[in-house]
């Protein structure tokens, strides 16, 4: 059985020790944090095969915050599970540190630390703190010798006055916020955060971004976040890669990526006594989005390939005796992107 095993939604009491497999202080390699070439990972066999991930290559660097994205069942958490060796890959090499998946194991654990979707990397049975000092004990810290660090993560994560609660009595949130305590007092040198932000709350997720920059820029730390929360990966990440259908499709800067594939978006109000009429016209034309009609003013968004398509809508809206009101730029953003990217795979034979 592997050292790190996953536990199913009824065995959280059987949890498994993910959170505890963090790092020592150990030096630094030559080599990147993480290594992934040529992983191949099937399940099931004939007819029936899903092809999760599909001869998938990457390296991420020490002290990078690197965001996978893909649609569901793109194959993200099957790389996740791959590395920390909750799935084994039919073909490929994976290496943390320069260590490969299958040399010194527990040196190359010692190193890691994740949290699963669902909180599936704590004991729901037992409270907050207790989760958190029986990993610090695995790892060999003495309690005590944590309790400080311990206290400072229930106090930014806001579980303080929740310390002694079991996890099962918690809220979906706050059970996320636990998971994320109990790997962050361990201080991995390379954290895996498998939709971190799941249950979060706004002002628990701007705290979480900005730790996870601290971590990274102070301290060197090492993130790999897979999330579908565009404005968390647009915030904290380097970098980004893209998967669809088990497969990279994007590797590069996030700011890489919104100039690739921006597009000109506007917003756009104007006044007009038939807004139906307005709508009827402009509609099979533009990418028109967020139509909004307040008595005889409306606004919408607009996405245009160019500027000079700006022109037209102009004088389309002119044709239709619409007075503007306002035109402003919209800022592109990660979400843009990402969604031209998949669409446009999608679209491919």
Same mark, same amino acid.
């Given at each position: 059985?592997n050292?790190?095993?996953?536990?199913?939604?009824?065995?959280?009491?059987?949890?498994?020790?993910?959170?505890?497999?963090?790092?020592?202080?150990?030096?630094?390699?030559?080599?990147?944090?993480l290594?992934?070439?040529?992983?191949?990972?099937?399940?099931?066999?004939?007819?029936?095969?899903?092809?999760?991930v599909?001869?998938?290559?990457f390296?991420?660097?020490?002290?990078?915050?690197?965001?996978?994205?893909?649609?569901?069942?793109?194959?993200?958490?099957?790389?996740?599970?791959?590395?920390?060796?909750?799935?084994?890959p039919?073909?490929?090499?994976?290496?943390?540190?320069?260590?490969?998946?299958?040399e010194?194991r527990?040196?190359?654990?010692?190193?890691?630390?994740?949290?699963?979707?669902?909180?599936?990397?704590?004991?729901?049975?037992?409270?907050v703190?207790?989760?958190?000092?029986?990993?610090?004990?695995?790892?060999?810290?003495?309690?005590?010798?944590?309790?400080?660090?311990?206290?400072?993560?229930?106090?930014?994560l806001?579980?303080?006055?929740?310390?002694?609660?079991?996890?099962?009595?918690?809220?979906?949130?706050?059970?996320?916020?636990?998971?994320?305590?109990?790997v962050?007092?361990?201080?991995?040198?390379?954290?895996f955060?498998?939709?971190?932000?799941?249950?979060?709350?706004?002002?628990?997720?701007?705290?979480l971004?900005?730790?996870?920059?601290?971590?990274?820029?102070?301290e060197?730390?090492?993130?790999?976040?897979?999330?579908?929360?565009?404005?968390?990966?647009?915030?904290v990440?380097?970098?980004?890669?893209?998967?669809?259908?088990?497969?990279?499709?994007?590797?590069?800067?996030?700011d890489?990526?919104?100039?690739?594939?921006?597009?000109?978006?506007?917003?756009?109000a104007?006044?007009?006594?038939?807004?139906?009429?307005?709508?009827?016209?402009?509609?099979?034309?533009?990418?028109?989005?967020?139509? +909004?009609?307040?008595?005889?003013t $409306? /606004?919408? !968004?607009?996405?245009? *390939? #160019?500027?000079e398509?700006? @022109?037209?809508?102009i004088?389309?809206?002119? +044709?239709t005796?619409?007075?503007? $009101? /306002?035109? !402003?730029?919209?800022? *592109? #953003?990660?979400?843009?992107? @990402?969604?031209?990217?998949?669409?446009?795979?999608?679209?491919?034979?």
């Open positions: 059985m050292e790190i095993e996953s536990a199913t939604d009824d065995e959280h009491e059987s949890a498994p020790s993910v959170a505890a497999d963090v790092a020592t202080n150990s030096p630094v390699s030559g080599d990147p944090a290594t992934v070439r040529n992983l191949e990972k099937t399940y099931d066999s004939g007819e029936n095969a899903v092809h999760a599909d001869d998938v290559s390296s991420v660097e020490h002290g990078s915050v690197v965001g996978l994205l893909g649609p569901n069942g793109a194959g993200k958490t099957t790389i996740i599970k791959s590395v920390l060796g909750l799935v084994t039919d073909a490929g090499d994976i290496l943390v540190d320069g260590i490969g998946i299958d010194r527990s040196a190359r654990y010692d190193r890691v630390g994740a949290t699963l979707e669902g909180a599936r990397n704590i004991y729901w049975k037992l409270s703190r207790e989760n958190m000092e029986f990993f610090a004990s695995l790892q060999g810290i003495h309690p005590k010798t944590a309790r400080d660090r311990h206290d400072a993560y229930l106090e930014l806001d579980l303080a006055d929740r310390a002694s609660t079991p996890v099962n009595e918690l809220s979906r949130g706050m059970k996320q916020k636990a998971s994320i305590a109990c962050l007092a361990r201080e991995p040198s390379i954290l955060l498998d939709e971190p932000t799941l249950g979060l709350d706004v002002r628990a997720s701007e705290i971004s900005a730790e996870l920059l601290r971590l990274s820029g102070d060197g730390k090492t993130v790999v976040i897979s999330s579908h929360d565009m404005d968390v990966i647009q915030e990440c380097d970098r980004v890669i893209i998967l669809h259908d088990g497969r990279v499709i994007s590797d590069s800067s996030v890489e990526l919104i100039d690739l594939f921006q597009t000109k978006a506007y917003q756009v104007v006044t007009i006594d038939d807004p139906d009429e307005l709508h009827e016209h402009l509609a099979p034309r533009y990418d028109i989005s967020d139509w +909004t009609v307040t008595d005889r $409306v /606004s919408f !968004e607009v996405t245009v *390939p #160019d500027g398509r700006l @022109y037209d809508l004088g389309d809206l002119q +044709t005796g619409a007075v503007p $009101v /306002s035109i !402003e730029d919209v800022e *592109p #953003d990660m979400k843009d992107a @990402y969604l031209h990217l998949t669409e446009t795979t999608e679209e491919r034979p």
